[in-house]
T-cell receptor, first 117, second 114 residues
Framework: NAGVTQTPKFQVLKTGQSMTLQCAQDMNHEYMSWYRQDPGMGLRLIHYSVGAGITDQGEVPNGYNVSRSTTEDFPLRLLSAAPSQTSVYFC????????????????FGEGSRLTVL | KQEVTQIPAALSVPEGENLVLNCSFTDSAIYNLQWFRQDPGKGLTSLLLIQSSQREQTSGRLNASLDKSSGRSTLYIAASQPGDSATYLCAVKGRSNYGQNFVFGPGTRLSVLP
């Protein structure tokens, strides 16, 4: 079972370069999200989506773009990388919570470790 | 704004002990609460999810309880093993903040010594 798949697992960028972190899920989840995890800061929500064509900002959206053209994929784009974006990025997905049908359990990918020099 | 805290930040116990990890949240209007385990350099693995209408959930040696009125959840681990060593995080899905999103606690780093 693939679950939530993130690529690449590791990436080193120079300041100002752009890149896309890929996230795909095969569970037909409506909800997908991106978090960054930093020492002492915990997990912080960057962007999220509740369905194809629908995205919204989380707690720390600056410097990141997202799109959701399909149910399965939710890429995270860094347009001009900065050293402050050095972090571990996690993609997570779930069914939308629906009483009596779905509790909305969240599933995570293995993470993408990004270093910006 | 929902805030989630976890106490203690770190815990070291000898193998075989029963232990309790604590999670507190400030807004009791939650939809559910989920406990995760994270091994070093890995992603988060779901352990237990408690819906707002439930008081507890059990899976093997793990038992999680929820008291919405006091804004608290506990994760009880019975007969701890060295393989339980990891960071444990709790997260709450609120009804009033970000709609669909979870807010995470900072985690408790557990070390079980052989």
């Amino acid at each position: 079972n693939a679950g939530v798949t993130q690529t690449p697992k590791f990436q080193v960028l120079k300041t100002g370069q752009s890149m896309t972190l890929q996230c795909a899920q095969d569970m037909n989840h409506e909800y997908m999200s991106w978090y960054r995890q930093d020492p002492g800061m915990g997990l912080r929500l960057i962007h999220y989506s509740v369905g194809a064509g629908i995205t919204d900002q989380g707690e720390v959206p600056n410097g990141y773009n997202v799109s959701r053209s399909t149910t399965e994929d939710f890429p995270l784009r860094l347009l001009s990388a900065a050293p402050s974006q050095t972090s571990v990025y996690f993609c997570a997905s779930s069914y939308l919570p629906l009483a009596g049908v779905s509790p909305g359990e969240l599933f995570f990918g293995e993470g993408s470790r990004l270093t910006v020099l | 704004k929902q805030e989630v805290t976890q106490i203690p930040a770190a815990l070291s116990v000898p193998e075989g002990e029963n232990l309790v990890l604590n999670c507190s949240f400030t807004d009791s209007a939650i939809y559910n609460l989920q406990w995760f385990r994270q091994d070093p350099g890995k992603g988060l693995t779901s352990l237990l999810l408690i819906q707002s209408s439930q008081r507890e959930q059990t899976s093997g040696r793990l038992n999680a309880s929820l008291d919405k009125s006091s804004g608290r959840s506990t994760l009880y681990i019975a007969a701890s093993q060295p393989g339980d060593s990891a960071t444990y995080l709790c997260a709450v899905k609120g009804r009033s903040n970000y709609g669909q999103n979870f807010v995470f606690g900072p985690g408790t780093r557990l070390s079980v010594l052989p």
